[in-house]
């Protein structure tokens, strides 16, 4: 009896060492993981060096509406300063558009698709104008870029305002079928949208302030974000691709005014660029090199405050080869500027 006892301890204190090591090492194993991550939160590892394989880039094609103003800026933003952003940011390869013999072909498609059925009118080597035959409606194409543009003539025909207009939900989903049916609605025009009213004064189309006091809902639908960066264009308040539409159940009348300035992103084709420091891009604003898309209410020689300071993708209206980063400085009364994100080495002449 006493030897089988020594063995039955012997075994019992065998196996509550075997719990002990199994729970320092699960313990261990818990602290050990906790400590690499904070560590990493505090000296996180250095990023791979850029690829900037597409070599000098284009300068960023900002619309050319810069007002000559001189302007002087303090930073007021909820941190008190700068942010910390990364040290640098894809830029993402926008194909060619390449004209063909079917172009011509492929515009009287999407014009039919948009209720214009007559036969065009060339207006240059490139653009072409349809007109709806039924309503007082014009579309005009480039039939190589795609860009095109949508007008209705209220003055000679305003039934189109009889109706009260759609509210903005309806207003975009109305304008994104319209686009769809003429195969143009591309996967990255998925971004906000955001909308205005609108209403008919004296021949012109002047600002309401409700949808109540309105004769027509515009919406403004804008690309996605990529990389986590939003898309932004050259008016912060306008997309490239917008619509003016009405309340009408006719929809050769639907849309009474359009603009679509659209060019592909290949999200496949990318390569990493160093970028300045956010103290680099608030330096060159303050040196008057940046392009202000929106001046608020600022006059020659104001100080403005900075509110914000964030990285974004400008989208531009015209065609070029990359989309690129932008650094965005948003102040007092809508105030908004860009600077060209890129280290300044790696853009070309």
């Known amino acids: 009896?006493?030897?089988?006892?020594?063995?039955?301890?012997?075994?019992?204190?065998?196996?509550?060492?075997?719990?002990?090591?199994?729970?320092?090492?699960?313990?261990?194993?818990?602290?050990?993981?906790?400590?690499?991550?904070?560590?990493?939160?505090?000296?996180?590892?250095?990023?791979?060096?850029?690829?900037?394989?597409?070599?000098?880039?284009?300068?960023?094609?900002?619309?050319d509406t810069n007002p000559s103003v001189k302007l002087s800026y303090v930073l007021e933003t909820p941190g008190g300063g700068l942010p910390k952003l990364p040290t640098q940011v894809k830029v993402f390869f926008m194909p060619k558009i390449n004209p063909t013999l079917l172009a011509l072909d492929v515009a009287k498609e999407k014009a039919r698709a948009l209720r214009f059925t007559s036969e065009p009118q060339q207006i240059s080597d490139t653009v072409y104008r349809f007109v709806n035959p039924d309503v007082p409606s014009a579309f005009e194409i480039n039939i190589v870029t795609g860009v095109f543009s949508i007008s209705y003539d209220l003055i000679a025909d305003r039934t189109p305002l009889n109706?009260?207009?759609?509210?903005?939900?309806?207003?975009?989903?109305?304008?994104?079928?319209?686009?769809?049916?003429?195969?143009?609605?591309?996967?990255d025009l998925a971004?906000?949208?955001?909308?205005?009213?609108?209403?008919?004064?004296?021949?012109?189309?002047?600002?309401?302030?409700?949808?109540?006091?309105?004769?027509?809902?515009?919406?403004?639908?804008?690309?996605?974000?990529?990389d986590n960066l939003p898309s932004l264009t050259g008016d912060p308040d306008e997309a490239n691709v917008w619509a003016i539409i009405s309340g009408s159940t006719n929809r050769g009348q639907q849309i009474v005014a359009a603009e679509y300035h659209y060019f592909p992103v290949d999200e496949s084709q990318f390569s990493t660029y160093p970028i300045k420091t956010a103290e680099e891009a608030f330096n060159e604003l303050s040196a008057g090199q940046a392009f202000i898309t929106n001046l608020g209410l600022a006059k020659d020689g104001t100080t403005l405050k900075i509110r914000r300071v964030y990285l974004a993708y400008f989208d531009p209206e015209t065609p070029t080869d990359f989309f690129q980063p932008i650094f965005v400085f948003e102040g007092d009364n809508s105030f908004t500027a860009y600077v060209p994100a890129v280290s300044a080495d790696y853009y070309g002449e």
């Open 163 to 187: 109706v009260k207009p759609p509210a903005a939900e309806v207003a975009a989903a109305q304008f994104r079928s319209s686009l769809s049916a003429a195969g143009i609605l591309p996967e």
């Open 191 to 226: 971004g906000p949208t955001s909308n205005e009213f609108f209403k008919l004064s004296d021949g012109r189309l002047e600002s309401a302030l409700s949808l109540s006091e309105a004769d027509v809902t515009k919406v403004n639908l804008y690309r996605k974000s990529y």
């Open 1 to 63: 009896m006493t030897g089988l006892t020594q063995v039955a301890i012997s075994a019992r204190k065998t196996i509550r060492y075997i719990i002990y090591v199994i729970i320092f090492l699960m313990v261990g194993k818990v602290l050990l993981d906790a400590t690499i991550g904070i560590y990493k939160k505090i000296f996180p590892p250095a990023p791979p060096p850029p690829t900037v394989k597409f070599g000098k880039l284009p300068a960023v094609l900002f619309p």
